[in-house]
């Protein structure tokens, strides 16, 4: 699974800590403050959107812009035809371009989901088919497996 982090900010690193420590390892990210970087090695890094889609398809993003860039980044991401997209609360500052994304989110085909993005890489990384799981047992599982590998 291919995944873009955009921003690189506190929010943006926290993400990408969860996703290594899942497993992931094909992550690219946004960002202009390179220099931080030292703990991701392996780490493809792009000053734009548009450089990192143009490099290669994702097949999931995460938006950790400050809230006055979402739209501009889900608005791009979902017009280059990715689906899995998570953004960081709010979504937006305004209500001006609601209808916009919702007209590309039923383009692409996606359903706009608000829910947790490392239980959601939780489930596929858990191949946990069936909506009725355990959570906890889930959450219990994933926090043991890290302690024992740190």
Known sequence: MKILVIGLGSIGKRHLNNLYSL?????S?????TNTLTNF?????????QDAIAYTAFDAAVICTPTAQHIYALTTLLESGIQNIYVEKPVS??????????????????????FTFVLALCVRKYNISKLN??????????????????
């Open 23 to 27: 497993g992931y390892q094909n992550i």
């Open 29 to 33: 990210a946004v960002s202009t403050k």
């Open 41 to 49: 090695p392996n780490l493809n890094v792009f000053s734009s959107i």
């Open 93 to 114: 500052n305004n209500f001006n371009d609601i209808a916009k994304i919702q007209s590309l989110i039923a383009d692409v085909g996606g359903i706009m989901k608000v």
């Open 133 to 150: 799981f355990d959570l906890l047992s889930l959450v219990n599982s994933y926090h043991s497996e890290k302690t024992t590998r740190d």
